[in-house]
């Protein structure tokens, strides 16, 4: 009678345990940090459900970090998948400010220094400025009422006699030419840029140019600077044809002021709002958060291509709560049919891997152990909606982790904090 009671008891744990979130308890502590080249034998991991073929490990290039070059995870723009704002931040201009130029020339950097009263997205002090016309004049003075336009929408009639050129002011703006080397020896200054600028735009340029220099002088001293600032303006002109600033490039504001010199301020691109979709194709980039109370090293892995053949995408000591920034590394971007990630010492191991190709419709909210989703993207979909569990039958759902050593007790309990 006492057999068929334990038997009883032992039958509820375990529908009791099967059912239960998939959740590690964090109180483990692995004393050694690192975590060896040797790993567990493919015969032994744990998965959620059975894999084709584990992952090989076995090419020496496994070992080798794969890094990619650009990630909208980083914080890198990648101009491929990331949309510029530019309609958000059109709409958000006032339709005049206030302002005071501080300086002119600004410290070798541009030609005015600008400050914007009040709370509209331009508001601010010491901001870049050029000149946008060379009819009026603005010396250092202020504060003045100025119109506000974007440089790619309509502009105030004769008010500037090129206006169609401003595209190409756009391009100038964004090629960091200050302190580069001109063809004939000339160290790129602000005030090369801003005669380039009048080329482009207007009909005449400044006689005697005293605050083209940084002291100021007389620019036209040396016949140099004028050849070296041609030579800016027709660079935009061959290269600046059609182009639109994109994400974390900087957009061309035009301020008017009334019978004063117009200026062009500029505001950096951010990408536009996405709207999320469900998973569709496959996983191509992921944050995840280490929800755990230690440090460990961290090792996250995908199959290359149509191989088994393991690539390494992240290695990294991770803080409780770091977060881990990865992006797939085949063709296409994605990671393919799994990401397999490794946590542990030369003592005990953890193991994951977690579905990538869509069939599980992935996104922020969704955890694997002591792995959380944050955000990430897919190639057909773009950025990730919000995880939805789906609902299991009991007898489907299991743990799919386990800790592997040779003494599987002890490593369990040092997992769970017994020693």
């Known amino acids: 009678m006492k057999h068929l009671s334990r038997l009883l008891i032992l039958a509820a744990l375990v529908i009791f345990v099967s059912c239960q979130n998939e959740e590690l308890t964090e109180s483990q502590s692995l004393e050694n940090e690192n975590t060896p080249e040797e790993l567990i034998e493919d015969g032994d991991f744990a998965t959620d459900e059975i894999d084709d073929q584990v992952l090989d490990l076995t090419n020496p290039d496994s070992e080798k970090l794969v890094k990619v070059k650009s990630s909208f995870l980083t914080g890198k723009y990648d101009s491929s998948s990331c949309i510029p704002d530019i309609e958000g931040l059109v709409e958000s201009l006032p339709t005049s400010v206030s302002a ?15 400050d914007i009263e009040g709370s509209s997205p331009l508001a601010g002090s010491n901001l870049e400025a050029w000149c ?17 336009y974007s440089s790619y929408g309509d502009l105030p009639e004769g008010k500037f006699e090129k206006p169609e ?5 756009n391009w100038l703006l964004n090629q960091d030419y200050i302190g580069t080397q001109s063809s004939n020896g000339i160290t790129i200054e602000q005030g090369h840029v801003q005669y380039a600028i009048w080329l482009l735009v207007d009909d005449s340029v400044c006689q005697v140019c005293t605050y083209l220099t ?9 016949p140099k600077n004028v050849v070296a600032a ?19 490039e900087k957009f061309g504001i035009i301020l008017v002021p009334e019978n004063k010199q117009s200026l062009i301020i500029t505001k950096v691109l951010e990408p536009k709002e996405e709207e999320c979709k469900d ?36 290695d990294a000591v991770v803080q409780p709560n770091g977060k881990i920034h990865i992006s797939g590394v085949n063709q296409d971007g994605s990671f393919g049919r799994y990401i397999y990630i490794y946590v542990g010492d030369y003592s005990c191991y953890y193991y994951a891997k977690i579905k990538t190709d869509c069939d599980l419709k992935i996104g922020p909210g ?14 057909y979909g773009g950025k990730l909606c ?14 799919w982790w386990k800790c592997y050593t040779n003494y599987h007790w002890s490593c369990y309990n040092r997992y769970h904090g017994k020693y």
């Open 279 to 314: 998973c569709e194709g496959k996983v191509t980039d992921l944050t995840l958060e280490f929800d755990w109370k230690y440090a460990k090293r961290i090792k996250v892995y995908q199959k290359y291509e149509n191989t088994y053949y393991g690539k390494k995408v992240f």
């Open 165 to 169: 050129n401003f595209d190409l002011v």
């Open 100 to 114: 005071s130029t501080t300086a002119k020339p600004f410290d070798n950097i541009a030609y005015f220094a600008l």
């Open 366 to 379: 969704y955890e694997k152990g002591v792995f959380k989703v944050v955000e990430g993207r897919s190639s």
């Open 230 to 248: 041609q030579e800016l303006a027709d660079a935009a002109l061959a290269n600046g044809e059609g182009f639109v600033p994109g994400c974390g």
């Open 386 to 399: 919000e995880y939805v569990p789906p609902t299991y039958d009991c007898y489907k759902y299991r743990y």
């Open 132 to 148: 946008a016309d060379q009819d009026l004049s603005l010396d250092v003075e202020g504060p003045l009422n100025f119109d506000v």
């Open 214 to 222: 940084n002291p100021t002088g007389n620019w036209n001293d040396d």
